[in-house]
T-cell receptor
Framework: GNSVTQMEGPVTLSEEAFLTINCTYT??????LFWYVQYPGEGLQLLLK?????DKGSNKGFEATYRKETTSFHLEKGSVQVSDSAVYFC??????????????FGQGTILTVHP | DVKVTQSSRYLVKRTGEKVFLECVQD?????MFWYRQDPGLGLRLIYF???????EKGDIPEGYSVSREKKERFSLILESASTNQTSMYLC???????????FGSGTRLTVV
């Protein structure tokens, strides 16, 4: 079935540093790919998505490009802020026509940004 | 703004109690999901529902049941709460494959 492998954390950065969180996937076909963010004490929120190969998703300064050649969907931000401290999850749909939209999630990467 | 609403942010229950966690969505989504989230274990699927009165077990259904009597509401039931069910519970809904989830804010349940 479809699976996702996400960079292990935690990641600790200083404010204004460059961020990369790696995500690679195994999938049949070219499903949509997602990044979710979870702020402390909250549920997950959709951060960005890409629906086909070579698409770039972007939101709040974060970007990720759907790369079929390397089966990757790495999350990047050029200059992180303290408010970006959160847990980040990469996800893709489970394989199969009757998956009912179930997502497979990576294990999550904890990001801490210091002033 | 579309929403998934979980009825409680924090709950404290006693061992052996029957616990109901409620989730309501206003997006007319067919599919709804219950997860629990524990440190180091990520998100684990408990149950999901793809239509009214239809449900399927996820990866860790033991000790839980669910109810979906109306399309917008999906309830998670802990038949007899135990301390190992202390966790963050997350509800989500989805329009279908490739659309992703909309999550609720979560319910942090403590069983004492």
């Amino acid at each position: 079935g479809n699976s996702v492998t996400q960079m292990e954390g935690p990641v600790t950065l200083s404010e204004e540093a460059f961020l990369t969180i790696n995500c690679t996937y195994t999938a049949t076909g070219y499903p949509s790919l997602f990044w979710y963010v979870q702020y402390p004490g909250e549920g997950l929120q959709l951060l960005l998505k890409a629906t086909k190969a070579d698409d770039k998703g972007s939101n709040k300064g974060f970007e990720a490009t759907y790369r079929k050649e390397t089966t990757s969907f790495h999350l990047e931000k050029g200059s992180v802020q303290v408010s970006d401290s959160a847990v980040y999850f990469c996800a893709l749909p489970e394989r199969g026509g009757t998956s009912y939209g179930k997502l497979t999630f990576g294990q999550g990467t904890i990001l801490t940004v210091h002033p | 703004d579309v929403k998934v609403t979980q009825s409680s942010r924090y709950l404290v229950k006693r061992t052996g109690e029957k616990v109901f966690l409620e989730c309501v969505q206003d997006m007319d989504h067919e599919n709804m999901f219950w997860y629990r989230q524990d440190p180091g274990l990520g998100l684990r699927l408990i149950y999901f529902s793809y239509d009214v009165k239809m449900k399927e077990k996820g990866d860790i259904p033991e000790g839980y049941s669910v109810s979906r009597e109306k399309k917008e509401r999906f309830s998670l039931i802990l038949e007899s709460a135990s301390t190992n069910q202390t966790s963050m519970y997350l509800c989500a809904s989805s329009r279908g494959k490739n659309y992703g989830y909309t999550f609720g804010s979560g319910t942090r349940l403590t069983v004492v």
